[in-house]
């Protein structure tokens, strides 16, 4: 019962901005927005969440959409060590579950 | 605190063996999370307990998998008997709270049966 869609892949430039959709028309008012991502070899890890505001922290921001059938992770300046599988998970009750996430590639 | 640690890291047994994984959470966190990442089928929710009582353990593929939380600190994944096809990377994540939280992970245990 996948409720997110992002896209396989993405590339992006060393040192540019990165913008990772994701789709989530399906959203319920009390859903929480996650991202986490998994670096190789390596358990997933959180990199932000929100519910209807945009949030920042020192690894990315994340936008909402006004509708919040959408959400966009951003990376300011990516680095090679940003290479790695990004999820985007709603949260409606306490478990947590995985699509198949974007696999972000960074070229130098 | 040394974050969420699994043993063992990597596991190969024969097929019909029981294979016992383990997870220390956090301390002082609520949830704990047991996954599954294969190439195939990617980061599957196995079950998760909220102090300590599993909630939901509908994606334990099978009888022959089991999980227990005997205590706050302390979790095991059970597959027995092991069959090849249960080769994956599992991982045990724990959390404070629920879905306004973020959850930390293990480095995973590669088990792989032969």
């Known amino acids: 019962d996948a409720k997110t869609t992002q896209p396989n892949s993405m590339e992006s430039n060393e040192e540019e901005p990165v913008h990772l959709p994701c789709n989530h028309s399906t959203i319920s008012g009390t859903d929480y927005i996650h991202w986490y991502r998994q670096l190789p070899s390596q358990g997933p890890e959180y990199v932000i969440h929100?519910?209807?505001s945009n949030v920042n922290n020192r690894m990315a921001s994340l936008a909402i959409a006004e509708d919040r059938k959408s959400s966009t992770l951003i990376l300011h300046r990516a680095t090679l060590r940003d290479a790695a599988v990004y999820y985007c998970i709603l949260r409606d009750n306490n478990d947590m579950r995985f699509g198949a996430g974007t696999r972000l590639t960074v070229k130098p | 605190d040394a974050g969420v640690i699994q043993s063992p890291r990597h596991e190969v047994t024969e097929m019909g063996q029981e294979v016992t994984l383990r997870c220390k959470p956090i301390s002082g966190h609520d949830y704990l999370f047991w996954y599954r990442q294969t190439m195939m089928r990617g980061l599957e929710l196995l079950i998760y307990f909220n102090n300590n009582v599993p909630i939901d353990d509908s994606g334990m593929p099978e009888d022959r998998f089991s999980a227990k939380m005997p205590n706050a600190s302390f979790s095991t994944l059970k597959i027995q008997p092991s069959e090849p096809r249960d080769s994956a990377v599992y991982f045990c994540?724990?959390?404070?709270?629920?879905?306004?939280?973020?959850?930390?992970f293990g480095q995973g245990t590669r088990l792989t049966v032969v």
């Open positions: 929100g519910l209807t």
């Open positions: 994540a724990s959390s404070y709270g629920g879905l306004n939280t973020e959850a930390f």
